[in-house]
């Protein structure tokens, strides 16, 4: 089995890299563009309220969010709908983020962190009525074991929600999977990462006795916020430049290289899962 690292490079950055071109809430996934005019930060808002609609919260949920990023989903539940939550990630510097976003808006009573690999935790079974996991079970070698972990974690009823980039076939991904520029990716930027095909994460959850509740196409709208993070990469490399010189040109060509294969070798999808038994 390939070994998961203690962290990884990528969000070892200064925090601060992050605020330049990313949204106020620094989420570091897909958007949903709802018009036309959709600014970066309206879309990350309007994402936020979709995986709350997918997970069916209605208030004060147990929430487990693992790859839990800069916080901006757990704060979200927490404040809107008084979830109680617990995000995972192994980079220290997200967690140290998220205690001072925590407590600047008075939800240090509902937001927990812990530094840990999601694969290495020790979870109480059937306590959370929610998992997210998004943009996270890349990172993770087992999917099978992951998608167990995550059911055994669920009362019953309890929803999984999991979006990830997939690579659009299995021939797709024997065809483009050694390419230069996945291999930047995994070796400049994030360390491990293993893009599958959506029937293998499909097989996963079922293998896993989830039921799946619905799959949902956000290509499209991953294209769009990648645009709006390459713009704002731009705007401000010279800030970026700061913490390391070329950072800013490494930022864009990872970007760059994650934009190029939108609907031609890659896709981007939402799947909800419903454990049902």
Aim: charge should be negative.
């Amino acid at each position: 089995m390939t070994e998961v690292a203690d962290t990884n490079q990528h969000y070892d950055l200064d925090p601060e890299v992050f605020g330049e071109f990313l949204d106020p809430l620094r989420k570091y996934s897909s958007g949903r563009y709802l018009t036309d005019t959709d600014t970066l930060e309206q879309a990350q808002w309007h994402k936020l309220r979709f995986v709350a609609r997918r997970l069916r919260l209605s208030g004060g949920e147990r929430v487990l969010d693992v790859g839990c990023g800069w916080g901006s989903l757990i704060l979200f539940m927490a404040e809107e709908f008084a979830c109680q939550t617990v995000g995972v990630s192994p980079a220290p510097r997200q967690h140290e983020y998220i205690a001072g976003q925590a407590a600047a808006r008075g939800l240090t009573d509902r937001v927990r962190t812990q530094v840990a690999h999601f694969e290495q935790m020790e979870l109480p079974a059937r306590t959370f009525d929610a998992v997210t996991m998004l943009g996270s079970i890349v990172h993770m070698p087992d999917l099978d074991a992951a998608f167990a972990r995550a059911r055994r974690t669920l009362r019953r009823g309890g929803m999984l929600y999991v979006s990830e980039s997939c690579f659009r076939s299995a021939r797709t991904r024997t065809a483009f999977d050694d390419r230069t520029g996945t291999q930047f990716i995994r070796s400049d930027i994030f360390g491990f990462g293993e893009l599958r095909p959506l029937s293998e994460l499909v097989a996963g959850a079922e293998n896993a006795g989830f039921a799946i509740d619905s799959v949902d196409d956000l290509t499209d709208d991953y294209r769009r916020t990648i645009d709006d993070w390459i713009a704002n990469v731009d705007e401000a490399a010279e800030r970026i430049d700061a913490h390391g010189p070329g950072l800013a040109a490494q930022l864009r060509r990872y970007l760059e290289i994650a934009n190029a294969g939108w609907g031609y070798t890659t896709k981007h999808y939402a799947l909800t899962c419903r454990n049902a038994r």
